[in-house]
């Protein structure tokens, strides 16, 4: 079992008071198609650049809406967690292009829930990106080749029941040599996953403050590593995204997409009015 979370952050929750007279900017028009991938960092208010995360995963729902994923404990505003916000209320930019205007809007988050670290479970964020930019699934060090699935796996406790094997779990036991290859403010990382406690991986791969969301893919066995020779690029399944830090070794642990894909499908079956990110799939787009 996962030990008690830092307080310290891998992101800076960004605490929003939000009303009728919120005002945002809107999006604007681009002569050029903006592309959105894995490992974009991403803030939620133009004013504080500093206070960013970081986008998991790209592709689109089974309503045919182009969606990123990062991780919910970004926000802290309670009176809009755990619903699907169907208003423009929080524009999400790409930190390093804030002038574009909004990439996208937060359509669901699970609150922090009095930890910077957020749910242990369902510590994920679903954003609606706008019809002008690009989903692609090439961030700058990993190429997400679809969504992970692990047929036999343990099904995550956020599954209904039968469990999709997109919603199975990768083992840890000592037998097991699964890895995850990560991307973020530290370039490329991959380590095997040495703990699961329901759907939150613990492994070797570093991370650090802003890394928030940001992609882990599984490696694929006998498939190239990250290295000088090729870039420091790699590409496989997308498998979860950067939650936080424990106080054992190793530090750091990640989001199964497991937990993350169990968990739409099971709201979406309890309240089928749409429910934003259901059906995810990784974009096919280079």
């Not at 009728?20 to 991403?42: D, L, Y």
């Not at 990382?189 to 991370?207: E, K, M, S």
């Not at 882990?216 to 939650?243: C, D, L, M, Q, R």
Request: aromatic letters at 8%; one cysteine or more.
């Amino acid at each position: 079992m996962l030990k008690r979370l830092f307080s310290l952050a891998v992101a800076t929750t960004v605490a929003l008071a939000l009303g009728a007279g919120t005002v945002h900017a809107e999006a604007q028009e681009s002569p050029q198609a903006k592309r959105v991938h894995n490992a974009m960092q991403i803030v939620f208010n133009a004013s504080t650049p500093d206070s960013f995360c970081t986008i998991g995963a790209v592709g689109g729902d089974g309503y045919g809406r182009k969606i990123a994923l990062s991780a919910g404990h970004c926000i802290s505003a309670p009176d809009h967690a755990d619903r699907e916000i169907r208003e423009d209320l929080i524009p999400v930019f790409h930190r390093q292009d804030i002038g574009y205007g909004p990439i996208g809007y937060v359509r669901y988050f699970k609150d922090p829930e009095g930890s910077m670290t957020g749910h242990l479970t369902k510590d994920y964020m679903v954003i609606e990106l706008v019809e002008s930019v690009t989903p692609s699934s090439q961030g700058p060090h990993l190429k997400q080749t679809g969504v992970l699935e692990v047929p036999g796996g343990t099904p995550s406790p956020n599954a209904l029941s039968p469990a999709q094997n997109r919603e199975r779990l990768l083992g840890a036991a000592w037998f097991n040599n699964n890895e995850l290859v990560v991307s973020g403010r530290l370039g490329v990382w991959y380590g095997r996953i040495t703990n699961n406690d329901r759907g939150v991986y613990q492994a070797h791969p570093q991370h650090e403050a802003g890394d928030s969301g940001g992609p882990a893919i599984w490696h694929v066995p006998g498939t190239a590593y990250p290295s000088e020779a090729n870039g420091f690029t790699a590409e496989g399944p997308w498998a979860g995204i950067t939650k936080g830090m424990i106080i054992s070794y190793p530090w750091y642990v990640y989001t199964s997409s497991a937990n993350i894909l169990a968990d739409l499908r099971a709201r979406d079956a309890a309240d089928p009015a749409d429910v934003f990110g259901a059906g995810f799939q990784v974009t096919a787009n280079p």
